[in-house]
């Protein structure tokens, strides 16, 4: 079993930047992949990036180039650095865990509860 607890999100202006923090805690966080994922009201949910065990990355298109995941292994933490934020990335952002890297929400073991990110025009 692995928990996820999510911390970081607010109000933000567009052109803002904020950082999310994921925290683990259970099974070894090394093993895992860790992905990132939001859900704006009335959509569904959809993936933002993903960072390997090694530290590989990988992003949506939507947000190549603004937004940088990582990870430090000894704190079991994965982070989500956004910049340039615009109104349309408001959503509740979810951290998830894998054993496989994948963009898709069913290739995820674990969720974290999510927390809200909003930016105003």
């Known amino acids: 079993q692995v928990e996820l607890v999510e911390s970081g999100g607010g109000l933000v202006q567009a052109g803002g930047s904020l950082r999310l923090s994921c925290a683990a805690s259970g ?9 990132w994922f939001r ?6 949910r959809e ?5 390997s ?15 940088t995941i990582s990870r430090d292994n000894a704190k079991n933490t994965v982070y ?3 910049s340039s934020l ?8 979810y ?9 898709t ?4 073991d674990y969720w974290g509860q999510g927390t809200q990110v909003t930016v105003s025009s």
């Not at 859900?39 to 569904?44: D, R, S, T």
């Not at 929400?105 to 995820?108: A, D, E, F, S």
């Open 47 to 51: 993936f933002v990036g993903v960072i």
């Open 80 to 82: 989500l650095q956004m």
């Open 39 to 44: 859900q704006a009201p009335g959509k569904e």
């Open 53 to 67: 065990w090694s530290g590989g990355t990988y992003y949506a298109d939507s947000v190549k180039g603004r937004f």
């Open 95 to 103: 951290c998830a865990a894998s054993r496989v890297v994948g963009t």
């Open 27 to 35: 099974r070894t966080f090394s093993n895992y992949a860790m992905g």
């Open 86 to 93: 615009k109104p349309e990335d408001t959503a509740v952002y």
């Open 105 to 108: 929400t069913p290739r995820y």
